[in-house]
């Protein structure tokens, strides 16, 4: 299938995990990809496999970055119809345990970073009068709790309401503009292979963290992307402020 014929996205994020599965689904759809990373030498990398994909630097908590890389896929392109926020971090700590400089670090990348994907997304988008889709990446974790992530379950659930108030605007305005987001669980990528390894024995960890899930293993990153296209795509021309949880059964329970 070639959903996404003719159209342009920007992927945050996109040098590696569910960043790197989007921009390959996204490209294998038709579109013409951008991989916008704070690490240029892998986006670089990334984009080289991916036919007609380019890379973009990009610190998404920065105003101005965010700003430069947007103007500059529209100008390279003449438009641009997709963004994803795919950008994010992971700190642990409870409300005791969890310092400031990690709550500001989590916030600046999960939660600014989307902010500013979002403002600039819709800048450059409602330009052409094309509309467009933002997909954001949120998670589980934007839906449930969690003793010992604070800072994550904080980001992600602001990034799940910051979306709804994000597609209403949009609506509201009549540009045209979707805003969906995307609430994974535990998915097979460098992040969770960070957290994995931090424990002892990780073989161990790994399996009890596929044992809480209902269908009994973690989401691969292209399983992500497979959702991510669709709302990318004009099949979900009537989605908009929707969260989609993609968590093998996790929040079901």
Known sequence: ?????????????????????????????????????LNRDGAERAAAEIPGA???????????????AADAVAARHGRVDIVVNSAGIVAFGSIEDVSLEDWRRTMAVNLDGTFLGCRHGVRVMKATGRGGAIVNLSS???????????????????????????A??????????RCNSVHPGFVET???????????NPQDTRAKLQAGVPLGRNA???????????????????VTGAEFVIDGGVTAM
């Open 54 to 68: 380019s890379a973009e630097l990009l610190d998404v908590t920065s105003d101005a970055d965010w700003r430069r």
């Open 190 to 200: 460098p992040m969770l292979d960070a957290v994995v390894n931090q424990g002892r």
């Open 220 to 238: 691969r990153p292209e399983e992500v992307a497979a959702m991510i296209a669709y709302l990318a795509s004009d099949e979900a021309a009537f």
């Open 168 to 177: 209403l605007h949009c609506a509201r305005k009549g540009y045209g503009i």
């Open 140 to 166: 589980v974790s934007g839906i449930i709790g969690g003793h010992n992530i604070a800072a994550y379950n904080a980001a992600k659930g602001a990034v799940r309401l910051l979306t709804k108030s994000v």
């Open 1 to 37: 299938m070639r959903r996404l014929q003719g159209k342009v996205a920007l992927v945050s994020g996109g040098a590696s995990g569910i960043g790197l599965a989007s921009a390959r689904r996204l490209a294998e759809e038709g579109a013409e990809v951008v991989l916008a990373d």
